[in-house]
């Protein structure tokens, strides 16, 4: 066994006993962790009230190095995920975020960027920022993060260059877009129009936070919706959850 310190977010609480509790971390050292939290339901507990969902952690994790729970032996609360009252599309896209990370990430695969991205994206979502564009933002990192970004950048057909000078074409399937001069074999496809490939572009910017002040036509949103939503469906194999709840 051995003691190790990371910062981490709360993404999954789960009841194990009558005093303890099962606390499913998304770290910034070891990616998905699941640790059981002895003690944590009793009122005056050794973590106070930082197992919250969402909550932002400094912990200090036993691991261990058979099969097994780790042991979570210390937690100390860096920042809750509060959006403002009302708010409830900002609720639940913390709750969505949450959801794609235990989905889409495996136990210890570390992934640092995006932890850096889903702690960005709870604070903006804590800030009242734009549902849709943060977490399409969100959606498009975890993506590349996990190997499952389709390909915008050059026709899955020719391989020519994509420019967002023209519509395009779209297939989950095939895993990108079909060029102007592909696009007529790719049935069935999604279109696409340029404009909404200038936001994807934006989205996809590495280091980029210019898509903040982006806003969307009805037709970019629902083309772009029209690509993230069925894709993420695919990958989980069932709708998220929480997608019901949200304006996506
Ligand atoms: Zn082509």
């Given at each position: 066994m051995s003691s190790e310190k990371t910062r981490a977010v709360v993404i999954r609480l789960a009841d194990f006993s009558e005093s303890s509790r099962v606390v499913t971390w998304f770290s910034d050292r070891f990616g998905k962790v699941a640790t059981i939290a002895k003690g944590?339901?009793?009122?005056?507990?050794?973590?106070e009230a930082a197992l919250d969902l969402l909550a932002v952690c400094e912990v200090v994790i036993l691991r261990k190095s058979s099969s097994g729970l780790d042991i979570l032996t210390e937690a100390k609360l860096l920042q809750r995920f509060t959006?403002?009252?009302?708010q409830l599309a900002g609720l639940y896209g913390g709750y969505y975020v949450a959801e794609l990370l235990d989905a889409l990430c495996e136990e210890d695969d570390p992934h640092p960027a995006l932890y850096e991205a889903a702690e960005a994206a709870l604070s903006w979502l804590s800030a009242g920022a734009d549902v849709l564009l943060t977490l399409s933002w969100f959606e498009l990192f975890l993506l590349r993060e996990v190997g499952?970004?389709?390909?915008?950048?050059?026709?899955?057909?020719?391989?020519q260059p994509v420019s967002d000078a023209a519509d395009v074409g779209f297939q989950i399937s095939a895993g990108g877009v079909f060029c102007p001069g592909c696009v007529e074999a790719s049935e069935p496809r999604r279109l696409i129009s340029a404009g909404t490939m200038a936001v994807l572009n934006q989205l996809t910017a590495?280091?980029?936070?210019?898509?903040?002040r982006l806003i969307l036509t009805a037709r970019q949103t629902r083309e772009l919706r029209g690509i993230l939503t069925p894709l993420l469906i695919h990958l989980l194999g069932r709708r998220p959850r929480t997608l019901r709840y949200l304006p996506l």
């Open positions: 944590a339901k009793r009122l005056k507990g050794p973590f959006p403002k009252s009302g499952h970004a389709p390909n915008f950048e050059t026709c899955v057909a020719c391989g590495e280091g980029e936070t210019t898509w903040q």
